[in-house]
Structure formats: C-alpha cells, structure tokens
C-alpha cells in the first residue's frame, strides 16, 4: 500500500514538474523542451532560409555580446597593457644584445622567394590560394576551457570564405568555420576541434596540429615513429587540405616530459586585430 | 531616496536573476584560470538556474531560461538549443525536488545540485559526441561541474540574500 502511495506521489512531482506551469510562468516546461529539441533538429539543416535566419541571429546576438562584454575587454586589454609595459625593459635588454643582422637576412629572403617562384614557373605549377588578405577586427575573444575562438567583424557581405586562413601579423592563428552576414567566427589552432596539416622544416616531416585547449602549445599527431625532429624547428602549414595556404610560420617545436609539441609563434590571448585570407 | 530612484533599485531587486542569467550566457564569463596546472572554472548559469528554480521560480520564467540558452549556443558555438535543453532539464529536476521538499534545506540543497549538473552535464556530454561529433573534454567537463558544485552554498547564501532585500524593500513600500 505504502509502496503504491510513494509510487503516485513520485508521478504526480513528475508530472508537476513538466506540466505545470508555475506562477507568473507562460510555458510547460515539456512545451519548452519540445520546442528546443526542433530547434536543435533544424541544425541539419545548412543551407535556405533557415541558416539565412540563423545567420541574422547570430550576427544580432554577437553585436549584442560585444556590447556586453567591452567594459571587461578594456579591463583585460589594460591589465596586458601594463604587463607589456613591466617587461618592456627586460624585453629591450635581449634584443639589444642579439645580432639580428636583419638586412642581410631580408636579402637573402628576397633571394630565395625570386628563386622559388622562377622554379614554380618551371615546374607550371599554379598558385591555388589567394595572397592578398584584409584586415579585420576583434569583436568577441571566446577563451573558455572549452572553445577557443575568435568574432571577427567582417562576414559574407565582406567576401570572408569558410574555411579560410586568419594570420595575426605573418602568424598562422586558425581559420573560418563560420560565416555570417556581418561577422564570422575563426576557430584557434589550439581549439580541441581545432586540425591542420602542417610540415616541419627544415626535416620536412608531415604530420597534423592538433589543438588540446592550451593557450601557449598544441599537439602533434601522426608523426612519423623514427622520426629526428630537434627542437625550436619551425612548423609551417602545408596547404595539404586545399583551404589553407602553404608556408605560414606557425610556432617552434619545444620538447616537454619526452613528448613534442608546437609553441605558438603568436599570443592568442593579446589578438586585437587579425587577417583573413581573401 | 527619489522615487524614481527606488524604483530603479526595486526592478534592479526584482530583475536580478534575469539580469545576472543574460549576462552570463551573453558573455559566456566563466572566470576560469589556472592553479598548479589544474584548470578551474565554474559554470554560473547553471547555479543561477538551479537556484532560482528550486527556492524563487516565480522570479525567472522558463521562457527566459530558454531563450538564454540560445543565447548561450550562439556565443558557445554550440548547436543551437543544446544549452536550452540542458537549462530546461535542470528546470525539470530542480522543479521536481521543489515538490517533494517540505523544509527548504541549504545541505539538501547542494546536494541535490551535484545530482543535478552531473545527470545535465552527461546529456550535453552525449548530445555533442553522439548527434555532433564535437569534440569535447569530458574531464573540463567534470571539473567545471565539480567546482560550480563547491561555491553553490556562497551563491545560494548571497542569492538568498539579494531575494530578502527585495522583499524588504517591497514591504517598505
């Protein structure tokens, strides 16, 4: 009997809790979590009105967000201000000390490039990718433990192509994996969706960079097993995928507890302004 | 004080949890940093919704808490209506407790959250990796439901104290 009465009580709190609407309340919670589960199906589809609304949406919300959220980015812009400004003289000091002697490496660049692009003739081999790239702004710094990405303010209005390379200076940081109207989202190489060919030099071995959530390093995968990677070898991307260029510097191999990994050349936190591969 | 004034600070009162809840989920904020090489982050909306829902429904709507979630995909990068459904459930089973609880209790409570985030925290865990193919730290995952779990009976303390200030100030009205 007892086990019964504890039966229908537990049905009834069950019922309650997804039928009943509350005071001040306008919808059942069971007619909400319909509703998010149709809006959740309607993620499949990628193309039509429906992504059209979608992008107006997003667009709208990101605007909304960087409202939001600019007097906390004035806060963190500052406070790496002042830490740019602490270091600044330790900073001077290493650089007064080394032999740049950037001059002669400039030419011997401009040697190699003239070269490299008299053998590409020989060989008529067609630059696939674009090299012209237009500046963007930063509006949403996305940092959490989870996702790793960047809002810029140009979108499908602006010609920004999916899936196509963002630089921080000469620095490969990520690439588009999402376009609006007005804005797009960029993806960071130390996202955990985050993989992309890439090929050391000057060994030459191929492998992918994966991201794992770190803000300074990412991961290497299949690499080679007997391979002779030394470390502070440089990673370029490979251009291996057909989306992103080849030869854009990307970080330094560093060794920490036996295993390999990719320090990036660019600080990911400090990114204000970025270029999109056009 | 005006009266232009105190009625500022009544919606400020009254809106509270809606305000903090938008805030939230629009900057996406987890205040996460680093202590020995240990990541620690909370997840705020979800202390947010869980409180409110069990002690003070009548003060965030369902309708609002969905919307948030919304809010919180599109700035999350997140297939939209993923965090709406995990709010939603958190609703549900916070909706549940508050029927079978006769004597509010802060211990009860906290323990009924860490039920709570985890049975939330496994959905959206299996929602992304299966439907998705995200991929997504299932330990950060944890972690962050662990610490959000840690802090819930500061935020509880604090929240139960803003809802008494605005009930003063309803009364003194």
């Known amino acids: ?278 | 004080m005006a009266r232009g004034d105190i009625k500022f600070y009544q919606f400020l009162l009254n809106g509270f949890p809606i305000i903090l809840l938008f805030f939230f989920a629009l900057t996406g904020y987890s205040f996460s940093f680093n202590i020995f090489k240990i990541n620690i982050s909370f997840n705020f909306v979800h202390l947010i919704v869980f409180y409110w829902v069990l002690r003070k429904p009548e003060m965030l709507g369902y309708g609002l808490i969905f919307f948030a979630g919304v809010i919180n995909d599109v700035v999350q990068n997140l297939p939209i209506g993923v965090s709406s459904i995990n709010y939603l459930l958190l609703c549900v089973i916070a909706s549940f407790f508050r029927t079978r609880t006769l004597v509010p209790n802060l211990i009860y409570d906290w323990i009924l959250f860490f039920i709570a985030i985890l049975i939330v925290s496994s959905i959206h865990f299996t929602v992304l990796a299966i439907f998705f193919d995200k991929n997504i730290s299932y330990g950060t995952l944890m972690s962050t439901a662990f610490f959000s779990f840690l802090i819930y009976p500061a935020v509880a303390k604090i929240f139960n104290q803003i809802y008494l200030l605005g009930l003063k100030q309803e009364h003194a009205e």
């Not at chain 1, 306008?26 to 199906?41: E, G």
């Not at chain 1, 492998?207 to 995968?221: C, Q, T, V």
Request: glycine share 4%.
């Open chain 1, 1 to 278: 009997m007892s086990t019964e009465s504890s039966r229908d009580d537990f049905i009834i709190a069950i019922r309650s809790a997804f039928l009943k609407k509350g005071n001040r309340q306008k919808f059942s919670l069971f007619t909400l979590l319909i509703i998010s589960i149709l809006v959740l199906s309607l993620e499949y589809f990628k193309t039509g009105p429906v992504n059209q609304f979608r992008s107006i949406t997003k667009d709208i919300i990101f605007r909304g967000s960087y409202v939001v959220s600019s007097p906390f980015k004035y806060v963190k812009d500052k406070y790496y201000l002042f830490q740019d400004h602490m270091s600044m003289y330790e900073e001077f000091s290493v650089l007064r000390d080394k032999d740049l002697n950037l001059d002669s490496l400039r030419k011997e660049v401009d040697f190699y490039k003239s070269e490299n692009a008299l053998l590409k003739k020989l060989i008529e081999e067609r630059d696939l990718f674009s090299k012209e790239y237009m500046l963007t702004k930063i509006l949403l710094d996305k940092q959490s433990p989870y996702l790793k990405s960047l809002i810029i303010n140009k979108g499908q209005k602006n010609g920004v192509k999916l899936g196509s390379a963002v630089k921080d200076r000469l620095y490969y940081i990520g690439k588009v994996v999402n376009v609006n109207f007005l804005s797009s989202r960029v993806l960071l190489a130390n996202d955990l969706n985050s993989k992309i060919p890439i090929i050391i030099e000057p060994s030459g071995i191929n492998a992918i960079l994966s991201g794992n959530g770190n803000d300074e390093y990412a991961e290497l995968e299949y690499l080679p097993k007997d391979n002779e990677i030394k470390e502070n070898e440089i990673v370029y991307t490979s251009g291996s995928d057909g989306t992103i260029p080849a030869s854009i510097p990307v970080g330094k191999i560093i060794f920490q507890d036996n295993k390999k990994y990719v320090k990036f050349f660019s600080n990911l936190n400090q990114l204000n302004y970025v270029q999109v591969n056009k």
